[in-house]
């Protein structure tokens, strides 16, 4: 395996609809809470090393066979937790949908 340190990503993932872990990699886990409609709480195996100013990049899964696209947004709410939400373009309404983050070492 390759040491914490090494790694390019602190965390990162799929989650699904549900708010469950579907795969993780890089340095640390995570786990998800999903505490509201299209809200998912992200939370670190370990705290990140830039403290809350660290680099988050976040997509939703969109069908495009459906025709309505949807985006997925963060908040750094920690050095442990960032917030990630879903929202369906057409409307701007937040719907729960599978997402992938990525968050740097």
Do not use: M
């Not at 939370?43 to 025709?67: E, I, K, L, R």
């Not at 908040?75 to 929202?87: A, D, E, G, K, L």
């Not at 369906?88 to 990525?102: L, R, S």
Request: net charge neutral; aromatic share 12%.
């Amino acid at each position: 395996s390759i040491a914490a340190s090494a790694q390019t990503f602190h965390c990162a993932g799929l989650v699904s609809t549900a708010g469950s872990v579907v795969k993780s990699k890089g340095a640390y886990s995570f786990t998800v809470n999903k505490s509201a409609t299209g809200v998912y709480d992200i939370t670190f195996g370990a705290a990140h090393p830039d403290g809350s100013n660290y680099v988050v990049t976040t997509d939703a899964y969109s069908d495009s066979s459906w025709g309505n696209y949807v985006d997925s947004h963060f908040q750094r709410t920690s050095s442990t937790v960032v917030r990630i939400t879903t929202r369906a373009t057409n409307t701007g309404a937040k719907t729960d949908n599978e997402f992938t983050f990525c968050v740097l070492a």
